[in-house]
């Protein structure tokens, strides 16, 4: 079976110092491509040195709404200069968020040394890394936390990527699912989802039509359930747990069991919609 993690962050300086066990875990699984995700100008280095040296790895670049207030003025520059040099490069992660405004704590470790953009802000960053993916017909990779509303709105008044664009790790409602599908959506699902605290997103991803479902890790974010963990979580150097990138593959289980669907028929499935967005 042929795997595909539509959305991780390989490239992530916590993972470092693993990087020869996760090659060997992901080959061992079945994976055959990654789209690693740099999030700011500070990641983008690294992502492309990894793409170069290791064929399992799809590369994007983009400016996430966590580092939207901290950019360089050079960031477009920099952004379509790395666009330029690997035609293989997506465009993401670039998104909204309102729940960093609104509902995360005042100290929550995400965001130290970090300014917090107002959503104005975002959605003008993301708007012109969305231009540039529609005009060069690249797979755009959208995060969004408590702000479909503005997304869906903004979506649909601009041009888009003819080739679609992902929705990474979904959470939004299933009423909405139909919506962005007609835009060009795909799903990305999440092993994070197996929280029991999540039940809610059965429905939504029972209603994501099979040709747009994909699975993702977010490594080293987003931990499965420890129980539910085939890959332990690897030591950062910071002292947190790192969600292993091999848990794809208990991913894909998961959501064949969410769809009740047998696993190898979700696999061709999703390598089939993976392929349509993301190869070139
Ligand atoms: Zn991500």
């Not at 020869?20 to 990641?43: F, K, P, Q, Y």
């Not at 479909?148 to 409602?173: E, I």
């Not at 539910?228 to 910071?238: G, I, N, V």
């Amino acid at each position: 079976m042929n795997l595909y993690d539509a959305h991780n962050h390989l490239n992530d300086s916590v993972l470092a110092p693993h990087l020869d066990r996760i090659l060997a875990d992901l080959a061992a699984t079945g994976v055959r491509r990654v789209v690693a995700n740099g999030s700011c100008e500070a990641d983008w280095h690294d992502v492309a040195s990894l793409a170069a040296t290791h064929s399992v790895v799809l590369p994007s670049y983009g400016l996430h709404p966590w580092d939207v207030g901290n950019r360089t003025p050079d960031w477009q520059k920099s952004l379509l200069a790395r666009l330029d040099a690997d035609p293989r490069a997506g465009v993401g992660e670039i998104g909204l968020d309102r729940w960093m405004l609104d509902r995360a704590k005042p100290d929550d470790p995400h965001f130290i040394g970090l300014r917090r953009a107002p959503i104005e802000e975002q959605l003008e960053a993301f708007l012109w890394q969305l231009s540039i993916a529609a005009e060069r017909n690249l797979p755009a990779s959208i995060h969004c936390l408590d702000a479909f509303g503005p997304l869906f709105d903004s979506l649909r008044t601009v041009k888009r990527p003819a080739r679609g664009f992902l929705l990474h790790a979904y959470n939004g409602p299933a009423e909405m699912v139909a919506g962005f599908a007609k835009l060009g959506a795909y799903f990305s699902f999440n092993g994070g989802f197996l929280d029991p605290r999540k039940q809610r997103l059965r429905a939504v991803y029972a209603a994501i039509p099979a040709d747009r479902l994909l699975v993702e890790t977010d490594a080293p974010a987003m931990r499965l359930p420890a129980d539910r963990e085939q890959f332990p979580p690897l030591p950062a150097t910071d002292g947190t747990l790192a969600n292993h990138p091999a848990n794809l593959a208990t991913t894909y289980a998961a959501l064949a069991d969410w769809r009740d669907m047998e696993l190898s028929t979700l696999a061709t499935q999703v390598e089939k919609n993976f392929l349509r967005l993301f190869a070139r």
